[in-house]
Antibody, heavy 121, light 110 residues
Framework: QVQLQQSGPGLVKPSQTLSLTCAISGDSVSSNSTAWNWIRQSPSRGLEWLGRAYFRSKWYNDYSVSVKSRITINPDTSKNQFSLHLNSVTPEDAAVYYC???????????WGQGTTVTVSS | QSVLTQPPSVSAAPGQKVTISCSGSSSNIGNNLVSWYQQLPGTAPKLLIYDNNKRPSGIPDRFSVSKSGTSATLGITGLQTGDEADYYCGAWDSSLSAFLFGGGTQLTVL
């Protein structure tokens, strides 16, 4: 079955860039039938979808308006993984970050284990 | 405040039925598919329902969804203590070009 394994630091300094990676097993990041998402959860903001990358003959991205100016989600086909980069972080970006596989049609069915990110100097 | 509105909490006794509403608009629930998620404490959300009312393998038919206009309702019958969790609705929003989650509903099985 499809599994997602997250990696990356749990502590980021204010104004710096939060970077997380999600390694995929059991599927291909280049699949043309699904999407690769980043979602975060905090007590103040609840579950918040940040964005996605997906391949349909070429690569596409969609991003939440709330982070659109600061976010990049990139696929890495050589390593079959995808990454999240969120720059200029503030304490408001502290959350549990999840990578996830799914679409609006099929639902978000596969989730990574979650990474707790703290923003502090 | 979430674009998809859910009640903060609901409760019912074991064996009873409970419903959780999710209210949106024509740009999301009204014209797009709805999914529902269950989140047990300390774990990642789990897909319960997709494509309005389809259940992934392993999800019992005690869980079902009805949809009308810009609202959807998750129903859980034969409540069990193991159903105590937070429940979230989700849908694509065509105006925002973004996936939205509801604010979540905490289910207590008394």
């Amino acid at each position: 079955q499809v599994q997602l394994q997250q990696s990356g630091p749990g502590l980021v300094k204010p104004s710096q860039t939060l970077s997380l990676t999600c390694a995929i097993s059991g599927d291909s990041v280049s699949s043309n039938s699904t999407a690769w998402n980043w979602i975060r959860q905090s007590p103040s903001r609840g579950l918040e979808w940040l964005g996605r990358a997906y391949f349909r003959s070429k690569w596409y991205n969609d991003y939440s308006v709330s982070v659109k100016s600061r976010i990049t989600i990139n696929p890495d086909t050589s390593k079959n993984q995808f990454s999240l980069h969120l720059n200029s972080v503030t304490p408001e970006d502290a959350a549990v970050y999840y990578c996830a596989r799914g679409t609006a049609r099929d639902g978000v069915a596969v989730w990574g284990q979650g990474t707790t990110v703290t923003v502090s100097s | 405040q979430s674009v998809l509105t859910q009640p903060p909490s609901v409760s019912a006794a074991p064996g009873q039925k409970v419903t959780i509403s999710c209210s949106g608009s024509s740009s999301n629930i009204g014209n797009n598919l709805v999914s529902w998620y269950q989140q047990l404490p300390g774990t990642a959300p789990k897909l319960l329902i997709y494509d309005n009312n389809k259940r992934p393998s392993g999800i019992p038919d005690r869980f079902s969804v009805s949809k009308s206009g810009t609202s959807a309702t998750l129903g859980i019958t034969g409540l069990q203590t193991g159903d105590e969790a937070d429940y979230y609705c989700g849908a694509w929003d065509s105006s925002l070009s973004a996936f939205l989650f509801g604010g979540g509903t905490q289910l207590t099985v008394l």
